[in-house]
Nanobody, 125 residues
Framework: VQLQASGGGLVQAGGSLRLSCAAS????????VGWFRQAPGKEREFVAG????????YYADSVKGRFTISRDNAKNTVYLQMNSLEPEDTAVYYC???????????????????WGQGTLVTVSS
């Protein structure tokens, strides 16, 4: 499966963006999907995840209450709605997917097999 992330851009602090992760070459049904981000000079970190089954969602503490991950199986797309953005949210955001990852590894970037190319989010103060 190929992933295409989009929706990044420049936004002022307090603003909102919605990122999309569209899949092609296969369905996302049965896949866990995660959003990760990497800021300059920092390691890639987990942001949000959607379980393979059951519709469970997971969030990093830093984004809980501000970001929402959702999926539209009909469109084969996963979204990340980001509200109340802060300058600290500035990073390249990546989506990733796996149909074999176990729940305990949803926050681990090396547990995902397929990756999108990244989309840049810049939040100005």
């Amino acid at each position: 499966v190929q992933l295409q992330a989009s929706g990044g851009g420049l936004v002022q602090a307090g603003g909102s963006l919605r990122l999309s992760c569209a899949a092609s070459g296969g369905t996302l049904r049965g896949y866990a999907v995660g959003w990760f981000r990497q800021a300059p000079g920092k390691e890639r970190e987990f942001v949000a995840g959607y379980s393979r089954t059951g519709g469970y969602t997971y969030y990093a503490d830093s984004v809980k209450g501000r970001f929402t991950i959702s999926r539209d199986n009909a469109k084969n797309t996963v979204y990340l709605q980001m509200n109340s953005l802060e300058p600290e949210d500035t990073a390249v955001y990546y989506c990733a997917a796996s149909n074999s990852i176990i729940q305990s590894r949803y926050r681990d970037y090396d547990g995902y097999r397929y990756w999108g190319q990244g989309t840049l989010v810049t939040v100005s103060s």
